[in-house]
């Protein structure tokens, strides 16, 4: 595999299969947002919920949330997004195209006459850096005013920060204990790209976790493994993942120490997880600014002290491109060449293909009421149009993890093969036994 066509042949694969198609494409679509179609959504949510029921389900030290995306104007002050979430940007006066200022196509100096537009190529129009802010901003209510401004959150985090006392009066947890939730965020970013890897609308899957100050570096060491061995345990190659610690000059203003864990996309090794220790850097400036105490009182030793944070801030959208990126092979198979996505079966979007041979004998109306049994727990799709062969590629294309044939056996013994998608193996199955069979293989 060419790495260089790799992730073209993705892209292509995802629309045709329907897994991410581009927003409003029949308008031009809109600059770096995508739609999940009828197999993103399915993969997207698999990974949604596989994360949920590990950190709320699995565990009683974490309760789950879902806080809106527009939050009172002075959260962002508080959290320094107001005066500090801005990058310097530049402006060709000619074409009225928008830089970073550390773009590396920009040559001279930009608002000196030396400076030259990469996109139209005129020297002398570029103005000099500019700071500018990544939040989205609109108004709340019938008047444009300032006001009135209100931002798209740029990060799900302080939606946890600011109900933070309220989660905890409300369950009944004590310190050391969680907080998750998954929601939508908004950032304004001037290079977006590389597919659905930076978007301006993307998804997060965040969890914080509040623990006395001093106990904050083992918990922070527990995090960052359990975070790793829970994409190993997705399925992800362990050989494309790592950490990628951050230097002292990386760090963030607020943070005491920062691992992102890295995967090895076709156009190299990016962030799609960040695990970091935030001291009490978040509830310390919202206790200033919001003037309310959010102090924790320890119940058995009576001490007061103002928790450390240590997140977990995991990407939906690029958790699914890593997923499917990770999937994907060109194999050879039986002297044909197939493409396969080789999901874990507990995260494809659909489980089962259900195939009758031939369109006679009766096989249809078998594979239909086998597909419908099947279906009462999971996704299924049913197919008789085409070769045997050809329906296969289909569902390997998919990622579907079984195939269940109906044939001239199954009339007579009322069983069927299922083929492994990954293996070849074609196993024959007790038709009534099948829905047990497929369970205990896709659970995990
Ligand atoms: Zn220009």
Not at 64 to 74: Q, R, S, T, V, Y
């Amino acid at each position: 595999m060419a790495t260089a066509n790799v992730m073209d042949k993705i892209v292509s694969l995802a629309k045709r299969r329907g897994f991410v198609f581009q927003s409003s494409e029949i308008y031009g679509g809109l600059g770096s947002v995508w739609d999940y179609g009828p197999l993103g959504v399915e993969l997207k949510r698999n990974l949604k919920e596989r994360w949920w029921r590990s950190m709320v389900y699995e565990r009683d030290d974490i309760e789950g949330i879902d806080a809106a995306i527009l939050m009172h104007p002075k959260v962002w002050e508080a959290s320094g997004h107001v005066s500090g979430f801005t990058d310097p940007l530049v402006d060709c006066k000619q074409c009225k195209n928008r830089f970073r200022a550390d773009d590396p196509r920009l040559k001279g100096t930009p608002g000196e006459p030396d400076g030259q537009c990469p996109v139209c190529g005129t020297k002398g129009n570029l103005t000099a850096p500019r700071m500018f802010n990544l939040m989205f901003k609109t108004f709340m209510g019938p008047v444009e005013e300032v006001a009135a401004v209100v931002y798209l959150r740029p990060e799900t985090a302080q939606g946890i920060y600011v109900n933070y006392l309220n989660v905890l009066q409300s369950s009944r947890q004590r310190v050391p204990f969680g907080i998750a939730q998954i929601g939508k965020a908004f950032r304004n970013e001037i290079t977006p790209g590389n597919f659905t890897f930076r978007t301006r609308e993307f998804e997060q899957m965040e969890m914080q976790f509040f623990v006395k100050p001093g106990e904050d570096e083992r918990w922070f060491e527990e995090w960052r493994a359990a975070r790793m061995q829970w994409h190993v345990d997705v399925g992800i190659t362990p050989s494309k993942l790592r950490f990628h610690p951050h230097a002292p000059d990386e760090l963030a203003h607020y943070a005491k120490a920062a691992f992102d864990i890295e995967y090895e996309f076709p156009f190299g090794w990016h962030e799609f997880e960040g695990i970091h220790n935030r001291t009490d850097f978040d509830l310390g400036r919202h206790q200033e600014h919001s003037g309310k105490k959010l102090e924790y009182l320890d119940p058995v030793t009576k001490e007061r002290f103002l928790p450390y944070i240590v997140e977990t801030s995991l990407g939906a959208d690029r958790l699914a491109l890593v997923a499917l990126v990770d999937a994907y092979r060109e194999e050879e198979v039986e002297g044909e060449p197939r493409v396969v996505l080789r999901f874990h079966p507990a995260i494809a979007p659909i489980k089962v293909g259900v195939f009758p041979l031939v369109k006679k004998d009766g096989m249809p109306e078998v594979a239909m009421r086998i597909a419908a049994d099947l279906r009462r727990e999971m996704p299924v799709f049913y197919d008789d149009g085409g070769s045997i062969g050809r329906r296969y590629r289909r569902q390997d294309e998919a990622g579907t993890p079984f195939g269940v044939t109906v044939d001239g056996q199954t009339l007579e013994d009322q069983t069927v093969t299922v083929r492994d998608r990954d293996t070849l193996q074609q196993t024959r199955v007790a038709a009534d036994q099948l829905r047990a069979f497929v369970r205990t293989r896709i659970a995990g």
